[in-house]
């Protein structure tokens, strides 16, 4: 488990050894965020409002979600749809939360599974892919060794630290993910974290 950044400096150290490429990153970024949230409907909420958009864009919603208080399932069931949609969520979405506030999805089993359960039972809800999921067992139930191979960003700083001519695919990252494990969630923060510096450095954020 992640749960403090004593954890986080552990799996680092142990990254930095098993894969030394990654100790000049780390040196980069310095301590690695937490960016845990806690479990329940507001976090996979969140999530999947994040999902192919923008972190402003996200936030943007976030705070209108908030304003509206649609972070509670009842609201949303009484929002419904339209009123989701009127805090600034798409379409498709809106569909999703509003499903997800009817699910009977029970959160604190969902912290008892193994992962590879825990993925299942998420990928079963409308809308909910294994970015999701991935992410949620991430960064709500604060799993250490959970990894999103799926992310761009991800794929992006892989391509760089690793001098690859292309992206890989989401099938080789998580090859590739398999090295870093047990710590594959620190190695996600630490490429999630160099990725931002790529960007900086390129110009385009």
């Known amino acids: ?18 894969e030394p490429r990654f100790a000049p990153v780390l040196d980069q970024v310095g301590d690695l965020p937490l960016r845990l949230k806690p479990p329940g409907f507001k976090g996979l909420v969140e999530i999947i409002i994040s999902q192919q958009v923008s972190v402003a864009s996200a936030d943007a919603i976030r705070s209108r979600m908030a304003e509206a208080d649609l ?19 798409s ?6 939360v ?5 699910s009977d999805l ?21 809308g909910i ?3 999701t999921a991935q992410i949620y067992i991430m960064f709500c139930l604060g799993r ?10 991800l794929q992006e700083a892989a391509r760089v630290l690793f001098d690859l001519d292309a ?25 999630f974290a160099y990725y931002r510096i790529i960007k900086q450095r390129e110009g385009l954020g």
């Open 129 to 131: 892919g294994p970015w």
């Open 91 to 96: 379409k498709p979405k809106a569909r999703y």
């Open 1 to 18: 488990m992640i749960q403090s950044h004593d954890d986080l400096t552990e799996g680092a150290a142990w990254l930095a050894q098993a």
């Open 167 to 191: 992206r890989p695919t989401p099938e080789a990252l998580a090859l590739m993910a398999q090295q870093w494990s047990p710590w594959r969630s620190v190695a996600a923060r630490a490429l």
């Open 71 to 89: 972070f509670d399932p009842f609201k949303v069931q009484s929002a419904g749809q339209d009123g989701l949609r009127g805090a600034g969520l």
């Open 144 to 153: 250490a060794d959970m990894f999103p191979p799926g992310d761009l960003a």
């Open 98 to 102: 509003h499903a997800l506030a009817l």
């Open 106 to 126: 029970d959160y604190a089993a969902l912290e008892r599974l193994p992962d590879g359960d825990a993925i299942a039972a998420l990928t079963g809800l409308l």
